[in-house]
């Protein structure tokens, strides 16, 4: 892997570290998750639903690569992390390393595991207990699995703090004494104290100055050159992920919506997200015709993700029912702020807020329906009667909008959000997406883009972005 002090650069050949051998072949799976699925049951006294975290993701880790996981905050990558690592209990699915189902350990099994995979945290800050001094920290793992006698022990932390090029006289200072960056040295002396194979690094140089940065993950790739280390690299900063990971996973509300090497998934994203994700950074590719794919609103309720594709409420290429097919962008731009309005109307979780209306655009008090629709589609439902071709909508679709909105005026707002989905929905609000495989290097989508069916996301959203300009 490239050794410059930028974070940000040039993605990594093979070179016998990154998951494939020196001759560039696949290695074998290290970790192999198949439909993990980790939901939270709290109080339920709201909804009675579960969180639904992790939602039932499929993938493999394989030895000595770096795999990145990126998503927004909230996407559920730090649950996932540890689900993997047995910090917490999986709901369903399997993780599988070395012939051991992880999900299922417990007891001194599970100790093996956790000493096999450890994991590093954001904050340096945080993570360190400031009672204890640096020796103590990294030497703490070494006691409670009692390896060695204490003075092998010892021995063995001055090798890790000149490991990860701290000095010996830091043995016996306190967290408080070092830098971000220092602090985050201790932590990884402390990950590697078992002689892991697999560590989750969740976040490990968000907290960290970018000069402070590079010298960290420069470190780690040293570390894993030096040890074979096999890392999960957990983060929401996509130039640190390209730099350091050899393939890289997306994940959207608690699903992986798409994984293959690093450079062809940022050189041509596939899925639809990935696209609007990457069109973020300044001057990279999307795979489209645009410079930048804006994604309306917030990530719906892990509590209540959508039916069918999770991603299809922001999705800027989902499928059209072919009845509806001649609406304007304009009336589709309505229609999906409406269906969110419904959606989150009918969450008494989030409930109704200004945050909601700003994110909409929206003027009109989100509680008064009719004014909803007055705002979003030129055209007061409990008053006019607009003539054909009088806004954006035809009769047909109104009709279907005035139904939703006989629902939404009696406080039900799920079947009204029903009564739009059958409407206006298709096969993106029906099916859950299968991850299709999108390049010769086994990367996968899971969007129903991908068959021969459908255009390809990259023509939906420049389509779509060319009917908005007309
Ligand atoms: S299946 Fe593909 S096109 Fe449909 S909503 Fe999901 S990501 Fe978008």
Known sequence: ???????????????????????????????????????????????????????????????GETLGLVGESG???????????????????EVVSDGR???????????????????VFQDPEASLNDRMTVGEIIREPL???????????????????DLVGLNEEHYYRYPHQFSGGQR?????????????????????????????????????????????????FIAHDLS?????????????????????????????????????????????HTGTDRDRVTL?????????????CRFATRCPARVRPAAFADLPETAWDGIDALDTVLRERASLE??????????????????DIDEVVADLFGWHPGEQSPQEGEGPLTSEARAAVEDAVRFARRGEDEEAAAVLREAFGSVCNRERPEAHVVDGDGRTSACVRHTDEYDSPAAAIDERYARRDD
Not at 42 to 49: E, P, Y
Not at 185 to 214: K, N, T, W, Y
């Open 1 to 63: 892997m490239s050794r410059s002090d930028a974070p940000a650069g040039d993605g990594a050949a093979p070179d016998g570290t990154d998951g494939t051998d020196a001759d560039g072949a696949q290695r074998d799976p290290l970790v192999e998750v198949r439909n993990l699925k980790k939901y939270y049951e709290d109080d339920g006294f709201l909804t009675g639903d579960p969180v639904k975290a992790v939602d039932g993701v499929s993938f493999d880790i394989r030895k």
């Open 75 to 93: 996407c559920g990558k730090t649950t996932l992390g540890r689900t993997i690592l047995g910090l917490e209990s999986a709901t369903d699915g």
């Open 101 to 119: 189902e992880v999900a299922r350990l417990s007891g001194k099994q599970l100790r093996e595991w956790q000493r096999d995979a450890q994991m």
């Open 143 to 161: 006691d409670a699995h009692e390896q060695g006698t204490k003075a092998e022990r010892k021995e063995r932390v001055f090798e890790l703090i």
């Open 184 to 232: 985050q040295r201790i932590g990884i002396a402390r990950a590697l104290a078992l002689e892991p194979e697999f560590m989750v690094l969740d976040e490990p140089v968000s907290a960290l100055d970018v000069s402070v940065q590079a010298r960290v993950i420069n470190l780690l790739e040293d570390l894993q050159d030096e040890l074979g280390l096999t890392y999960l």
């Open 240 to 284: 640190v992920v390209r730099h350091i990971a050899d393939r890289v996973a997306v994940m959207y509300l608690g699903d992986i919506v798409e994984l293959g090497d690093t450079e062809a998934v940022y050189n041509d994203p596939a899925h639809p997200y990935t696209v609007s994700l990457l069109s973020a950074i300044p001057g990279s």
């Open 296 to 308: 309306r609103g917030t990530p719906p309720s892990p509590r209540d993700p959508p039916q069918g």
């Open 350 to 367: 989030d409930g109704l807020t200004d945050r909601l209306r700003r994110s909409l655009g929206l003027a009109a008090d989100a509680n």
